[in-house]
């Protein structure tokens, strides 16, 4: 059985109380993070290692945006921050939207070499000049062009055979406080909000595959965060919008999703309001009492992870290297 809940472990290899956890009915995958990695060979059997726990396979997911948000760094390509990508956008539209699309194969591609399932990208956030957690993760400040620039994008991934992530829904580009360390309200009108729904939409129309939440408060939609809203999640996202992808909550360690209670309140609010999988980082020592209060059975989501497993055998090396001298030359043209 795969559960809903997607954790860190601490070190470049598994311990065995790693291992413990992981095969915990509710664990269904694991984020890895910088201190995960060494170098190539170190990674590919760290990754084996976590798949051979489970059948079905648990699934491995990173945030492998490009700029200051890439977790493996040595022999990978460095890929662009999205902002980059956007200032070729603004100097040639084609070659903009090319850029994206080489990014995300590249991207993809790399990891899935790995073993790596998928990285949560791209940030389909807008920039308002006001987030500096999300600052140059965004593509823009126009929505019309994160649209064009994460369509895009996902398309590059697709002809990888990973499966998109767009993050952080309903948007989290008009607000100053950084979810990590505080709580976010964005009190504006929600005719301003669906601006930044835009790209969503658009994604949601070419078939988006996973959709992962923002922490943050819309007072003019509801007083809950989004992460813990059925307004937000079932009411506007599933029936007003017809999204049928999967949610990933972000992480509910995150000083944003403390006030909601315990973990394990955390958690089943989470589900409740329509997340599929929980994003649960960093856990402390208790994560083995928290596993243990959860029903076993709670929830099965074996069939759903199938969704996010990537296609294999669309690419070589070669389309890989051919790519990175593409999308270098278009860097180089800035």
């Known amino acids: 059985m795969l559960g809903p ?3 860190s472990v601490p070190n470049t290899e598994l311990s065995e109380k790693d291992r413990k956890v992981l095969e915990h009915p509710m664990i269904g995958g694991v984020i890895l993070f910088s ?3 060494i170098n190539k060979e170190q990674l590919s059997v760290l990754v084996h290692s976590i798949k ?3 059948d079905p396979e648990l699934l491995v997911f990173v945030d492998q945006e490009g700029g200051r ?4 760094r040595k ?3 460095h890929l662009p921050s999205h902002q980059e990508l956007g200032r070729i956008y603004d100097l040639d539209i084609n070659d ?3 850029s994206a699309e080489l990014t995300g194969f590249i991207m993809a591609a790399e990891l899935i070499a790995h073993g790596i399932d998928s990285s949560f990208s791209p940030v389909v956030d807008i920039n308002h000049g006001l987030s500096k957690v999300i600052s140059d993760r965004s593509f823009h400040s126009d929505p019309s062009v994160v649209s064009q620039m994460a369509e895009s994008y996902v398309k590059g991934m697709s002809s990888a055979g990973m499966k998109a992530v767009a993050k ?3 948007g989290h580009g008009a607000v100053i406080a950084d979810s990590h360390t505080e709580q976010p309200i964005d009190t504006r009108p929600i005719d301003e909000i669906e601006k930044d729904i835009k790209p969503y939409l658009d994604l949601i129309k070419s078939g988006l595959p996973g959709i992962m939440t923002a922490h943050i408060i819309y007072p003019s939609i509801d007083d809950l965060i989004t992460t813990f809203s059925t307004k937000w999640l079932k009411e506007i996202l599933r029936e007003k919008y017809s999204y049928d992808g999967l949610i990933f909550s972000d992480d509910l360690t995150m000083q944003s999703a403390v006030e909601i209670g315990s973990m394990q309140k955390r958690i089943n609010q989470a589900l409740h309001a329509g997340c599929d999988f929980i994003l649960w980082c960093h856990p402390d020592e208790s994560i083995d009492s928290v596993l243990s209060e959860l029903p076993i059975d709670m929830i099965d989501q074996s069939k759903s992870y199938q969704k996010v497993r990537p296609s294999k055998d669309l690419f070589d090396q070669n ?5 990175i001298q593409e999308l270098n030359a278009l860097l180089n043209r800035k």
């Open 5 to 7: 809940i997607i954790i």
């Open 35 to 37: 201190e995960n990695f």
């Open 52 to 54: 051979k726990i489970k």
């Open 69 to 72: 948000i890439q977790r493996f």
């Open 75 to 77: 022999d990978f390509f």
């Open 96 to 98: 903009g939207i090319r």
């Open 168 to 170: 952080h829904f309903p």
């Open 319 to 323: 389309m890989i290297e051919n790519g």
